[in-house]
């Protein structure tokens, strides 16, 4: 069984910063990429930012310049630090990560979501 446990989000004034945190925990023997999607009201869930095994990142092209993810490599988690927040990146917020069993079969988790509020 594998758990994914988000926390960092909240409600932050415009132009603000947060970060966020996933640890991934349970039966694991390896992680190939991780990440974190976003799904505003009335919208699909869309990437917002990527980080393979070897350290290749991979941003939405909307918050590429204000977010970056990064990795602990020895505690399978990752970040998400959000800068110059706006009002468009309210979302809730979803960790996800392609996790290997001891027999090498990989899938897909994800984390319940944790919620982001730009507001003024």
């Known amino acids: 069984q594998v758990q994914l446990a988000e926390s960092g989000g909240g409600l932050v004034q415009p132009g603000r910063s947060l970060r966020l945190s996933c640890e991934a925990s349970?039966?694991?023997?390896?992680?190939?990429?991780m990440g974190w999607y976003r799904q505003a009201p009335g919208k699909q869930r869309e990437l917002v930012a990527t980080?393979?095994?070897?350290?290749?990142?991979n941003y939405a092209d909307s918050i590429k310049d204000r977010f970056i993810i990064s990795r602990a490599w020895n505690k399978n988690m990752v970040w998400l630090k959000m800068n110059d927040l706006k009002p468009e990146d309210t979302a809730v917020y979803f960790c996800f990560a392609e996790i290997g069993d001891s027999e090498n079969r990989f899938s897909d988790y994800w984390g319940q979501g944790t919620q982001v509020t730009v507001s003024s």
């Open positions: 980080i393979s095994n070897s350290a290749v990142t």
């Open positions: 349970g039966s694991i023997s390896s992680v190939n990429d």
